[in-house]
C-alpha cells in the first residue's frame, strides 16, 4: 500500500506498508521470509540552497529474526529540463544479488545517480552504488537506458 500527499507547494508526505506472507512456514529459506515494512518519506522541492530537493525516509522492518529503525536520505538537484543528478542512501533489511545469485542481509547503499532526459522517451541512468553488509563491502557500476514508445 502507498499513498502520497502534497502538504504544501513545496512539502510531499508519502506514506507505506509492504507485508510479505507465506502459506506454509515451512516454507521459510535463505530467499523467502515473511516480513512486514512500514514507511514514511518528507520530500522537500525547491526549499534549500542550489535549488536542491530532499527526501527523508523512516522505516520499521519486522520479520521472525529482526525488529528494526531504519533510515533513508536522497538530495537532488535537476539542471534545466533534461539532466537530474542525486546522492543517497537507503537500508534493505533483505536484498538480492543477481550478479551473484545469493541474498545479503542488513545492507546500507549509498549511491550516486546521473539521469539524462528524465522526461524523454529515451532516458539515460549512470549510477554507482557502495553496499555494506555485515560481511564485506561491494561497489556496483550500472548503465541502463529506457525507451519509452
Known sequence: LQAAKSLTQNVHLQLGYDARRMQDAADEGTFNHDFDRGWATLGLTGL??????????GEIW????????TWGAELARH????LEAAAGTYYSL????????RELDHVRVWYL????????????????E???????????LRLGALWQF
Open 79 to 82: 539542471f534545466a529540463e533534461k
Open 130 to 140: 557502495f553496499e555494506e553488509d555485515p560481511i564485506d563491502q561491494y561497489h556496483d
Open 62 to 69: 519486522d520479520s521472525q529474526q529482526s525488529d528494526l529503525r
Open 48 to 57: 534549500l540552497p542550489w535549488q536542491l530537493d530532499a527526501s527523508l525516509t
Open 113 to 128: 545517480r546521473l539521469v539524462h532526459d528524465r522526461h524523454g522517451p529515451v532516458r539515460l541512468e549512470l549510477r554507482y
Open 94 to 101: 533483505y536484498e538480492y544479488d543477481l550478479y551473484q545469485a
